[in-house]
């Protein structure tokens, strides 16, 4: 089983930035897929980012050319750079890994709190 820790949200003003992190317990490895997901509230879970494990990166359209996903597989971790930050980014950022050939293996952290003022 692997435990995902998600850290770096808080309050930052609009036009700013903020770096999330997100530590497995476990190892992390190439083929894994790694993404990043926000609820906001009243509103769906939406996939933010990911990495495949073949490398493929994949963004939503609303933080295209804004936010940058990578991961570190030494480290165990999945990083989120976001940077022109906006009000509607405001929202609970979630850390998720999972396996394409494996349903079972498909983990998510507890979450951290992205809120962006204007």
């Known amino acids: 089983q692997v435990q995902l820790v998600e850290s770096g949200g808080g309050l930052v003003q609009a036009g700013g930035s903020l770096r999330l992190s997100c530590l497995a317990s476990?190892?992390?490895?190439?083929?894994?897929?790694v993404g990043w997901y926000r609820q906001a509230p009243g509103k769906q879970r939406e996939l933010v980012a990911a990495i495949t494990g073949g490398g493929t990166t994949n963004y939503a359209d609303s933080v295209k050319g804004r936010f940058i996903i990578s991961r570190d597989n030494a480290k165990n971790t999945v990083y989120l750079q976001m940077n022109s930050l906006k009000p509607e980014d405001t929202a609970v950022y979630y850390c998720?890994?999972?396996?394409?050939?494996?349903?079972?293996?498909?983990?998510w952290g507890q979450g951290t709190q992205v809120t962006v003022s204007s």
């Open positions: 998720n890994v999972r396996r394409s050939w494996n349903r079972d293996y498909d983990y």
């Open positions: 476990g190892r992390i490895y190439s083929f894994d897929n």
